[in-house]
């Protein structure tokens, strides 16, 4: 690099200029000839062409005394131009960076403060959207997801004796509707239904090696894995032959799963396993990024549905045989396809639809044609959306805060940019002096803004990461513990991440940047003067910290308002006492308990556990308080007064002392069991 300020000092000599004013200057008029030397050798010249050429637009010994005298004078003077600029704008951008990180590094107490606000803010934006990627964004890790569709159907009225797992907008059809839509092969290339093995904690029991484990499995019909475009990672997935009377039982199992219990054993293929007494042959590992058709949930395993009667989905009802999925108003079934090539989605749900309303019409005659559900073939590329219909609100709203902080965060830096830029008022009225434009001062100090910004953006992917860790640990404690999400950082999240810190750095940068190039040239030069008007200042600076204070209050009212809602949870009466209460599930069915060898088991369980020391009572309930899940049966008194009517107690004897909840009348019923 060549020296610069021998020649520029030389050049000062006639000024008389105290040391550190005439180092001032030597600075930034050898940065501005280091400028146009690299100027110049982008453009071909050889480096002592560049050297002299940069130095010749001096203009002679005495050309900085000359023009400099009259500002040292206070004298106004017209600025003058160093010569001609370089046109090569990416010569000029590679410039301004340089320069920015030279004044950063210069400023590290400033920088560092900067830098982390803006982290803070955009990793907490960063974090949240991190999360509307992956639950709300994100395709099925499937072959032409846009293919996809998901069946639905929606009324009004509810079918008054349909059997369903849906409200009003209804995702679940009979066995028997499937088998329409599966003959409909104008319009779809396949069409394929599923359903859990089980929910509310009936997992599948997993012999394997003789040692049983729990697992999450779902019954598929044939045309799952080729319907949806998953090529397994080994073997095969499972396929209409697997339906067939007589077929082998296959099963084929996900790759954590595989990773977990098989320690990824290549010759996986081809062995037994024990799915509830059951043994099935694994035939196949599914690809490493595929979860299933939820997001949030993610199957050990999938056998086919032929094995409805041994596996016993959730939707068979107890005491159910196979016979239930032959009922045409036994809704149990979720239905996705994909369409055939050239048809699109509106073709397909004319012709559907027609064939859904006959299917319904047929078994239900209802009053008004308006009072039949109506068949809506939906979008499937995102599959079946369980997680997103509870989650979806929240996390926008955590998104409007979090852009609330980033708001606050770039006041804050606005505000600091702008007492930096009264510190910075000879430079700039120097730079001004040798012939720099306002709007090439401006791009200068946007770059710096921007690089600020961009290194915000790089902390703030390591302060998202972690924060979408924890927001996932949150959501999935709530629900139970069964969430399961890929949240990682892709290229959307990375555009996103990208796009926030650029606009970020124009948005705090731009205000300062032109209040700092507004400087008046001969006033600034003396010392103690400010920048620019200081009306003008105070005014912004004023803006900035009503905008901080404002958007402040919005999100201290919202944080209290959040916290007294989780307070007033804590102490809200929800009917009985909920301190000191132990709860805990088992499934004894799945490990062979029926009739009356399960009685026994529950009896001699809930006598072992009340005898425990401490334990002041116990009890038995199907459905645990807060869990979500609930059952009701129907009872009716027959007019004889021998007619014997089966009862069922949803809980033991003991459930009333034990939640020390009070009999408004009557008393609390014995441990005896009507039949």
Known sequence: MPEWKPEILRRLAPLKLSPTREAEIAEEIAQHLEDRYQELLVTGQSEDAAFRTAIDELQGEDFLARKLRPVERNLYREPVALGKGSSNFFAGILQDVRYALRMLRK??????????????GIGANTAIFSLINAIILRSLPVKDPQHLVLFQWESDKWPPHFSMTGWKSGFSFSYEAFKEFSAQKNVMSSVFAFVPLGFNDQNTTAGINGEPTLADGAMVTGQYFSGLGVTPLLGRGITDADENPGAPRAVVISYVYWTRRFARDPSIIGKSVTLNGIRFTIAGVTPQNFYGISVGTEPDLWVPFDDKPNMRPWSMPPGGTDSVFTERDWLCLNIMGRLKDGVTREQAQGALDAVFHQFVTADWHAPKESDIPHFILAPGSQGLPVVQDYTAQPIYMLMVAVGLLLMIACANVA???????NSRKKEISVRLAIGASRSRLIRQLLTESV????????LGLVFANRGTQALIALISRANNGTMILDAGTDSRVLFFTFLVAMLVGILFGLAPALRASKADLLSAMKDNVSVS?????????ESLIVVQVAASVVL???????????????SYNFGFDQRNLLTFGLNPTRAGYHDARLVNLYTQLLDRVQALPGVRAATLIENAPFSGWSNKNSSFLAAASNARTPQLLPRSPWSTRLSRKNIFHGKTPSATVLA
């Open 556 to 570: 201290m009212i919202g944080a209290g308002l959040f916290v007294r809602t989780l307070a007033n949870f804590e």
């Open 107 to 120: 400023s590290p107490g400033f920088t560092g403060i900067a830098v982390l606000t803006l982290a803070l």
């Open 533 to 541: 008007d200081p009306r003008n200042k105070h005014r912004l600076g």
């Open 451 to 458: 690089l600020m910004s961009a290194l915000g953006g790089l």
């Open 415 to 421: 505000t600091l940019l702008l007492a930096r830029a």
